[in-house]
Every structure is written in structure tokens, then in C-alpha cells.
């Protein structure tokens, strides 16, 4: 539905909104219940982006608004359907210099003001870098990740309060316990944290994940203050780790304060009679040449949940909210990165806009979008810059690569021999990279919140889980680790679903008995993984052709998997053993690289290696050689 154009515009004038003579605070009183909201909460300097301003309170629509201080003014208000919104388009100066402004408003005689602070954008901003092949990502969801600081657990302006014991319940877990442990972070060879949406989610039952935002511009109090966000942010880059922030733009929580009073009859997606209707989940419908336009509605504009009412991002005036909440936080939290949760399921030619407006301010900003589909056109679809038959472009740089993680997940846990069960699956899925448009650009993944562990998939068994990460550390793309699979857990209760696996990272609440994120209180299976996954992790952050290099990939028919990573200087040989004997390295077959190979190390023990038809590698373990390499 697109926006209605019979909105009120209010071009104003220059002498009426940017006065050039001095502007004495003290003329005008402050508002004092008037303004409820403005949004975004302040900005920069130097910005490329537009910024429009949100303003909110009891029948603000009959206000004149300036804005005082000098080098910026208002050049057009908008009405909304509500009177209680107004928006305002403000042009800076680039000359203007950081400081306070104030919004001045005008009504039937009375006048009050609101400050607004324009700040000095940090140096090299534009221009910072994002997270690439050279990282690898931790994910972890804050509310059972640590309880850094149990006095905000409950707090009393939000509904939901904490019950660690209850699967679906808030545990406690906040920013302050996410800042105690980055240095376990680092340590264990990531370079990127993810985090779960952080922002207010208010609903009265299974707030903890976040993904119902009740307020874009605040950090849920029972995780901390935005404030908090930021030093998380910084420490996590003293310490080399970059921050990856999770956003929603498809749908917001039923308890988003502006659920009460909506700024256009179109803001969120509504049917006939105000019915409930939940999305199809027909991601083709986007690209399918014979979809029916029925089809495709329900996709855009059903609802994800009946708690999470869908964003309507054809009104113009949501899109550009989105768009600069998006850059607003990447400026203020100085971000790395962005995950978008449910990209395929908002309309996606205002997604592929916003996408290129986060990309305009910042050009090397990754974005990442979950387009959960194992269908590999379908998903190649949404990355930015693919050669689409129907000429669309996402201007998403990052998909996540849900195929191969289903590939190595139906892989792992099989001792099937039999042609296309184990090892040759995820084959299978290397050998669809000719569909995709820049394989630098895939997020690859075992694991992640809403799928199962890899200690579940595959049953506790150490040897298994070894593999998984050697795979997620070797192959090509951007590596994603689930907070907790580098210590092989499990879910707590398989039958409760997501509230199951969703366990809390032991160490992390005071009284717990033992303390995981102490590598010296690790012991059996739990330490064998660690240590394996530490020395891989920490190994891959220093080799280039395990970031840039190409692939040469060998099927094997006994549940065996070999490839090489490699480029003109550098290999690493890679021989996963997925069945229960042991299996000879067939090395001859790989005549066609190895006779340019020097001297191997083994990765995982750190010895010299000589790779030769009578190496033999154990039952349900992996074998990593690096290798320089002399090209003729």
C-alpha cells in the first residue's frame, strides 16, 4: 500500500525557520510535557544522510517550528494522519558547527522549546571498516549470555520481570556481564560479537530475545543504558573485536509506544476488517515469475507473529525513519556492522533503498540479512549485486548461508556410505558457489538461536563437533560461532523449542556452581572442543588464504570430505574423516596442486607433516596441513 499523498505540507520559509541573529535559550521557556518524543535523539556534522525529524505530542500538528542556534534549519513540516505528529525536514550547514540547537515551536500565541544536540562526527567515520573474511563472528543472545549486573534484572517501568527457572523467562543476563567476558571472547580467536537485539522489547511474556522492539532509539533498561552500549562498544575495540548490532525493520513489537497512536493509518500493514494475517513465508513470491499478487501480499504484509505487527516500509516517511535510525546508531555506538533479522519478508525494493542509504553514509559498512531459504537461486537472489533476471538489487552486501548449514548438519551425524548421505553433501553445497555473486560475502554458520546446536545435531559426540568447527573455520566466507558450541552444549529441553536451546552460558550469573568462561575449570568433552576451537580460530585470524583464497574441492564416496584453500603463496589442505575407520589420504588424486606445495605443518598439533598416500586420519576427525606454495 503506498503512502497517501493528500498529507499538508508546510514549506517554511528561511526567515522563519533558521533566524541569523543570535538566539538568546533563555527567551523562550522549555517545553514541559508538550514534546513528547523526537526522534532521531540528536546527529551529526558532516552527514550525508537527510535528516527528518520525528516530533511527537498532544496535537503538535498545530505548531510552527523553527529551529534556533544557528547553521541549520527547518525547510519543510509534514502532517502525518494523527495531529499528534509532526515531521521536519532540517538541512545543516556543513560549515555549522557542533553544539546545541533548539527547536522552538509556535502555537496559538505560545511558544516553547526543545534542545537538540549537533555533535562533531569522529574522525574516519565514512570511511570505517566493516567485519570480512579476515573475522569470525560470536553470537550471543545478552539475557543468557551474563548477569553482569543483577539490580536491573526487573525494573519497574517495563512489564516482564526476571525467572531464570522458567525456559521462555527473562534470566538476567545484560550488557555489563557481555563487557566482564570479551576478553574470553578474544581469546578465543574471534574478532566480531553479535548480539541478539538489545533495544526495548516490552511485551509481558518472552521479551528476552529482543526481536519486538518497543523503542528504536533506547537499550532495554534490564540490559542497561545506551550509554552502556557504547562503552560495550569501545572495550570490544580495544580488545580487537568488532560489533555487529542486530536489527528488526520488518516488524515492531504490539507494545511499541506508538502502537497507540499510529502517525498514518498506513504505518503498519492492515487488512480487511483490521483481521489478523500471518505471513506466508513465500519468499519466491518475490521472484517467482508465475506468483500471484495475492501471494505475495500475504508474504509482505502478513504479520510475523501476532505480537510483531508488520512495518509498512511503502510509506516514505517510515523508510526514511528507518534509514537513519539505522545510520543514527552506527554513528553514536561507532558500529561495525549490521545483522538484519527476517530480511526477505519486508518489501524489498524500500529495503533495497534503505540498504543503499546505510551504504551511502557509510560505503564499507557489511550488512548481513537473514534470508532463511535452502534454496540456493532463492537465496543468491537477495545478495546485492546479482545478476537478477528481473534487474532487482538488494544492495545487501551479506547473506547468510543457510544451505550449507543445512548441508553440513544433514552431514555430520550420518555413518551412512551410501552416494549422497555424510560427507558429500556439503560438496554438493561448495559446488552451487557458481550460483552466488561474491562468495567473500556469505555468512557461514553451523548454528545460530533459532536452529538446533551442533551438540545437538550431532548427539554430544566430540569427534563431530571438531569437525563442524574445522569446517566453519576453513571454508570459504565469514565464520559465525553460537555462543556455547565451542564448549559442546546442549539444550537444556529439546521439546521447549528455541527456550530449550537458548541456555545460559555457566560462569555467567553469581552462585553459579562452576565458571565456563574460565578455561581452566573446562574438562572432558567440553575441553577437548574448546582447545581444538580456540587453537583453529586463533590460527585463522593471522592466514590470508584462509580469508581471500580459492577453493579445490575432491569428493569422496566413504563419508570423506578434502579440499584445498589456496592462492599463489600459500595453501592449506584440509582431509575431514566423517565415518567410523580410519581412511588413508588419497594424496595422489591431488596431482594437480600438490607438486607446487613445500614442506606441511600441521595445524593442530604444530608439527611437520609429509602428506602421502599411507597418511591416515582417525575416525570422525580432521587433518590441517598449511603449506607454502611456488607457482611457475
Known amino acids: ?45 558532516g552527514m550525508q544522510t537527510p535528516l527528518q525529524l520525528m516530533l511527537y505530542g498532544e496535537n503538535i500538528s498545530a505548531c510552527e517550528v523553527t529551529i534556533e542556534g544557528g547553521g541549520a534549519r527547518i525547510t519543510a513540516l509534514h502532517r502525518a494522519d494523527s495531529p499528534n505528529y509532526l515531521f521536519a525536514d532540517v538541512e545543516i550547514d556543513p560549515a555549522a558547527e557542533p553544539g546545541t540547537r533548539y527547536l522552538v515551536f509556535t502555537r496559538e500565541g505560545e511558544q516553547f522549546k526543545v534542545p537538540y544536540e549537533i555533535a562533531a562526527r569522529r574522525e574516519g567515520s565514512r570511511e570505517r571498516e566493516s567485519f570480512t573474511t579476515a573475522d569470525a563472528i560470536y553470537l550471543l543472545m545478552p539475557d543468557r549470555f551474563a548477569d553482569g549486573d543483577p539490580s536491573i ?79 560495550f562498544v569501545a572495550e570490544g575495540h580495544r580488545r580487537g573485536l568488532k560489533t555487529v548490532m542486530d536489527i528488526v525493520t520488518n516488524h515492531c513489537g504490539i507494545a511499541h509506544w506508538w502502537m497507540r497512536d499510529l502517525p498514518f493509518e498506513n504505518w503498519v ?39 510483531m505487527p508488520d512495518m509498512n516500509l511503502d510509506n516514505e516517511f517510515l523508510l526514511r525513519y528507518f534509514q537513519q535510525w539505522a545510520v543514527w546508531w552506527i554513528e553514536y ?142 571454508l570459504r566466507g565469514i565464520p559465525q560461532m553460537f555462543a556455547g558450541d565451542e564448549l559442546l552444549f546442549r539444550s537444556k529441553d529439546l ?34 572442543v574448546y582447545d581444538h576451537t580456540r587453537r583453529l580460530f586463533t590460527w585463522r585470524k593471522e592466514k590470508p588464504v584462509i580469508h581471500h583464497g580459492r577453493t579445490l574441492h575432491f569428493a569422496g564416496r566413504d563419508n570423506t570430505y578434502a579440499y584445498f584453500r589456496y592462492d599463489d603463496t600459500d595453501a592449506v589442505f584440509v582431509f575431514i574423516n566423517n565415518s567410523r575407520g580410519r581412511k588413508n589420504v588419497p594424496w595422489s588424486h591431488y596431482a594437480e596442486i600438490t607438486p607446487t606445495l613445500a614442506a606441511g605443518r600441521n595445524v593442530l598439533t604444530g608439527e611437520a607433516i609429509a602428506v602421502s598416500d599411507t597418511t591416515t586420519v582417525g575416525p570422525r576427525e580432521s587433518l590441517v596441513v598449511e603449506f607454502s606454495r611456488s607457482v611457475r
Not at 522549555?30 to 523526537?38: E, N, P
Open 269 to 307: 500493514h492492515r487488512f480487511e476488517e483490521d483481521r489478523y494475517v500471518q505471513t506466508n513465508n513465500l519468499f519466491s513470491t518475490n521472484m517467482d515469475p508465475n506468483a500471484s499478487q495475492y501471494d505475495l501480499r500475504i508474504q509482505e504484509s502478513g504479520w510475523f507473529d501476532r505480537s
Open 1 to 45: 500500500m503506498k503512502i497517501r499523498h493528500s498529507l499538508i505540507l508546510f514549506v517554511a520559509m528561511a526567515a522563519l525557520s533558521c533566524n541569523t541573529s543570535a538566539f538568546d535559550p533563555a527567551s523562550v521557556p522549555d517545553a514541559d510535557g508538550q514534546v513528547a518524543r523526537v526522534e532521531p535523539l540528536s546527529w551529526w556534522t
Open 153 to 231: 534484572d526487573s525494573t519497574p517501568d517495563t512489564h516482564e520481570k526476571a525467572a531464570r527457572d522458567e525456559f521462555f523467562g527473562r534470566h538476567g543476563g545484560d550488557l555489563q556481564g557481555m563487557i566482564d567476558h570479551l576478553d574470553y571472547i578474544a581469546s578465543l580467536g574471534m574478532t566480531a560479537v553479535w548480539s541478539t537485539p538489545l533495544l526495548l522489547d516490552d511485551e509481558p511474556q518472552g521479551s528476552y530475545h529482543g526481536y519486538a522492539c518497543a523503542d528504536y532509539y533506547h537499550i532495554d533498561p534490564r540490559f542497561g543504558t545506551n550509554e552502556l552500549y557504547r562503552e
Open 333 to 474: 555506538a561507532d558500529l561495525d556492522g549490521l545483522r538484519v533479522d527476517t530480511y526477505p519478508y519486508n518489501e524489498k525494493e524500500p529495503m533495497s533503498r534503505w540498504c543503499a542509504a546505510v551504504r551511502a553514509e557509510y560505503p564499507n559498512m557489511n550488512i548481513v540479512g537473514e534470508c532463511w531459504t535452502a534454496d540456493v537461486p532463492q537465496l543468491a537472489y537477495w545478495q546485492g549485486g546479482n545478476p537478477n533476471r528481473d534487474g532487482f538489487d538488494s544492495h545487501l552486501p551479506s547473506i547468510m548461508d543457510f544451505p550449507l548449514r543445512d548441508a553440513i548438519c544433514a552431514a555430520l551425524p550420518t555413518d551412512s556410505l551410501r552416494w549422497g548421505e555424510g560427507m558429500i553433501r556439503v560438496y554438493n553445497a561448495l559446488s552451487d558457489d557458481f550460483v552466488y555473486h561474491d562468495l567473500s560475502k556469505m555468512l557461514i554458520f553451523t548454528a545460530n538461536h533459532d536452529t538446533e546446536r551442533i551438540g545437538d545435531v550431532v548427539r554430544g559426540n566430540v569427534g563431530r563437533a571438531k569437525i563442524a568447527m574445522t569446517l566453519i573455520a576453513t
Open 495 to 528: 521439546s521447549q523449542g528455541h527456550g530449550g536451546l537458548r541456555v545460559d552460558f555457566p560462569g555467567g550469573w553469581p552462585g553459579d556452581e562452576v565458571d565456563l568462561f574460565d578455561p581452566a575449570q573446562h574438562t572432558g568433552d567440553a575441553a577437548e
